[in-house]
């Protein structure tokens, strides 16, 4: 196993909840650029894994690899208790070895992405309904209900009706957040979801989020708040050059840092 793979495993212990998300020693390469290099990292069941790090650490591969976004060089990646299975093509790169396996994990995991990523012919009602109708077979009534409770949810039941151009960059954001609630997941994944909002648009977001976390819900979030990080996470990883640097809770990694990296890390985003 590769140095710093076994010890982000270690808060497992103080949580006998069920694990959501397991990570060990995954490595991921674009051709000669290595970007994970042997990272461990686990969720169970009403975690807030907060993951911080600088630009091209790899933090936002990571998540991408969790949702099968990215295709892992080597490693293990198991969610729900199910490893996914990857095999290698006749070009020697990984590839998965069971479509239908993907779509059944991803179907466990909400993904929201940096930019929004709603479908700009779609209101946000359709945006809502769409995976769950023709993705997971949900009757349309049915989706529309829990998709209007799911609106109502971040505050935005009367823009049911309203295309994405005619919102502000933090309403879509949390349009995206339904629309990733609405397949019911185990887990929560966030990539920077206020890195492309103008300043006083990010409360909002961090309101939604934060809601979230205080329900129990599971979360792996990859963020540059770092205030909000502390108020939220359950468990703190910190990614510096591909590996986890240090990791703990919270009151550790932003009141008593040991790596001299994360102490710089902290002093520069201060």
């Not at 070895?97 to 929201?112: F, H, N, P, T």
């Not at 529309?144 to 009367?158: C, F, M, N, P, Q």
């Not at 823009?159 to 349009?175: C, E, F, N, T």
Request: a neutral charge; proline letters at 4%.
């Amino acid at each position: 196993m590769a140095p710093g793979a076994a010890p982000a495993l270690k808060h497992l212990a103080q949580n006998g909840a069920a694990e959501a998300i397991h990570v060990e020693n995954l490595h991921k390469k674009f051709g000669e650029l290595h970007v994970l290099k042997g990272v461990s990292l686990s969720a169970r069941d009403g975690e807030v894994i907060a993951i911080i790090g600088g630009s091209g650490s790899g933090k936002s591969t990571l998540l991408r690899c969790i949702n099968c976004l990215e295709n892992p060089t080597s490693g293990i990646i198991r969610v729900n208790g199910e490893e996914i299975k990857l095999k290698a093509d006749s070009h020697g790169h990984t590839v998965p070895a069971d479509r239908k396996q993907i779509e059944r994990i991803r179907s466990k995991l909400g993904m929201v992405f940096q930019n929004f990523n709603l479908w700009s012919h779609m209101t946000l009602i359709e945006n809502v309904i769409e995976v769950p109708v023709h993705v997971l077979g949900v009757k349309r009534e049915v989706a529309i209900a829990e998709a209007e409770k799911l609106l109502t949810r971040v505050g935005l039941a009367e823009k049911r009706d309203v295309y994405p151009a005619y919102l502000s960059g933090g309403q879509q954001q949390r349009a995206a957040i339904a629309r990733a609630l609405a397949i019911n997941p185990r887990v929560m994944l966030f990539d920077e979801p206020t890195s492309a909002l103008d300043p006083e648009l990010v409360g909002e977001v961090l309101k939604v989020i934060g809601d979230l976390a205080r329900e129990g819900r599971t979360m792996v979030l990859v963020t540059h708040e770092m205030k909000f990080a502390r108020e939220v996470a359950t468990h703190v990883v910190y990614l510096y050059n591909g590996l986890v640097e240090e990791e703990g809770p919270p009151e550790q990694i932003f009141g008593a840092p040991k790596s001299e990296r994360l102490k710089q890390f902290i002093r520069n985003i201060g």
